[in-house]
């Protein structure tokens, strides 16, 4: 167990909808990275946010946005969802050390 | 741009047969590399972080190596609940993202 958990395991939904994704770092961890993991792209960055603030931005669609509250847990937000974005959607989490924790992923299929 | 290479894609393994994957990288100034495992549908566990060449990190049977252009897990006298598949993955100076090789999926076959 990685100390960092991801809400919910499974999405389903259709395109054209929005859905919201939840992630709580380990306990003390400012930065939370999100990341995408499609069978034909692998683990892909989209967003980095440190304390509050969005710190470093990767191939992350206009489509795709985040946030990270005062508690820091984050929250990633998919709208107009195609088809395309079925894949896993990891959070992962750091301190100071560099090594980031992932957590156990959600799962997201657009029918 | 930062590149991570992995090979082999797939490796078979009989159990207690030593072997070692491959890891190659390109980055303009390397701030770590890292080794995971991932079994499938979970999220990436964390093995090691490597900082500079010459480094070398230990757990249980594996064992993790740095150069200047690669790096290598060796894995030593497998069992099959080593079966995962492996993945490398860079961080560069001034960027905290991680660029993430393909990964080598790994059977130990018992």
């Known amino acids: 167990d990685s100390g960092v958990t991801q809400t919910p395991k499974h999405l389903i939904t259709a395109t054209g909808q929005r859905v919201t994704l939840r992630c709580s770092p380990r306990?003390?961890?400012?930065?939370v990275y999100w990341y995408q993991q499609s069978l034909d792209q692998g683990l892909q960055f989209l967003i980095q946010y440190y304390n509050g603030e969005e710190r470093a931005k990767g191939n992350i669609l206009e489509r795709f946005s985040a946030q990270q509250f005062p508690d820091l847990h984050s929250e990633l937000n998919l709208s107009s969802l195609e088809l395309g974005d079925s894949a896993l959607y990891f959070c992962?989490?750091?301190?100071?050390?560099?090594?980031?924790?992932f957590g156990p992923g959600t799962r997201l299929t657009v029918l | 741009e930062d590149q991570v290479t992995q090979s082999p894609e797939a490796l078979r393994l009989q159990e207690g047969e030593s072997s070692s994957l491959n890891c190659s990288y390109t980055?303009?100034?390397?701030?770590?590399l890292f080794w995971y495992r991932q079994d499938p549908g979970k999220g990436p566990e964390f093995l090691f972080t490597?900082?500079?060449a010459g480094e070398e990190k230990e757990k249980e049977r594996l064992k993790a190596t740095l150069t200047k252009k690669e790096s290598f897990l060796h894995i030593t006298a497998p069992k099959p609940e080593d079966s995962a598949t492996y993945l490398c993955?860079?961080?560069?100076?001034?960027?905290?993202?991680?660029?993430f090789g393909t990964g080598t999926r790994l059977t130990i076959i018992p």
């Open positions: 993955a860079v961080s560069s100076d001034g960027n905290e993202k991680l660029t």
């Open positions: 992962a989490s750091s301190a100071s050390t560099n090594t980031q924790y």
């Open positions: 490597l900082y500079s």
């Open positions: 980055v303009s100034g390397l701030r770590g």
């Open positions: 306990s003390g961890d400012l930065s």
